[in-house]
T-cell receptor, first 111, second 110 residues
Framework: DVKVTQSSRYLVKRTGEKVFLECVQDMDHENMFWYRQDPGLGLRLIYFSYDVKMKEKGDIPEGYSVSREKKERFSLILESASTNQTSMYLC??????????FGPGTRLTVL | SQKIEQNSEALNIQEGKTATLTCNYTNYSPAYLQWYRQDPGRGPVFLLLIRENEKEKRKERLKVTFDTTLKQSLFHITASQPADSATYLCADGVYNKLIFGAGTRLAVHP
């Protein structure tokens, strides 16, 4: 059974903390994505990666960075968390077929 | 810039009826459109992909159409069931990137 897993389902952090969100896929997919989802705004792409050590900015990269050292793992980093980064974060992966497989999501609250 | 829009109002229908959800796009012509289902608190799940040269695609009780003249895709669920209640997302593809609509919430009542 193919799978995308995320390191935490729920996370509570304080303003200014550095936050790491990890995503692992077991499908040998080339492409991996990080989205955030907010009510009324839908899914918005933060960053994506089409190969190891490669990354591309999505629509809302400000305040975020990413790391892809291994094919199966894609990390999202909030350098200094702020309250407006409270959101649901979703990781996804895809191959050439373009359908995306999503993880269960991490609900991050920044106090 | 490219934009994809879904009806933000919830759709309420009676069990057994056909649900029809709409996805409109403007300012561009996507090579394909995808439909996903999302349940509360969970990640979206892929349902169907339709390419611009395909008019219709079916999978069990699901049917998707793609009208490049109207710049619209329709998503149909026939013989709907309460278990079909969820939010349905439309997404368009540009290379490997997807742009998602905000989704339409479907509620199927017994």
């Amino acid at each position: 059974d193919v799978k995308v897993t995320q390191s935490s389902r729920y996370l509570v952090k304080r303003t200014g903390e550095k936050v790491f969100l990890e995503c692992v896929q077991d499908m040998d997919h080339e492409n991996m994505f990080w989205y955030r989802q907010d009510p009324g705004l839908g899914l918005r792409l933060i960053y994506f990666s089409y190969d190891v050590k490669m990354k591309e900015k999505g629509d809302i990269p400000e305040g975020y960075s990413v790391s892809r050292e291994k094919k199966e793992r894609f990390s999202l980093i909030l350098e200094s968390a702020s309250t407006n980064q409270t959101s649901m974060y979703l990781c996804a992966s895809s191959s050439k077929s373009n359908e995306q497989f999503f993880g269960p999501g991490t609900r991050l609250t920044v106090l | 810039s490219q934009k994809i829009e879904q009806n933000s109002e919830a759709l309420n229908i009676q069990e057994g009826k056909t649900a029809t959800l709409t996805c409109n796009y403007t300012n561009y012509s996507p090579a394909y459109l995808q439909w996903y289902r999302q349940d509360p608190g969970r990640g979206p799940v892929f349902l169907l992909l339709i390419r611009e040269n395909e008019k219709e695609k079916r999978k069990e009780r699901l049917k998707v159409t793609f009208d490049t003249t109207l710049k619209q895709s329709l998503f149909h669920i026939t013989a709907s069931q309460p278990a079909d209640s969820a939010t349905y997302l439309c997404a368009d593809g540009v290379y490997n990137k997807l742009i998602f609509g905000a989704g339409t919430r479907l509620a199927v009542h017994p």
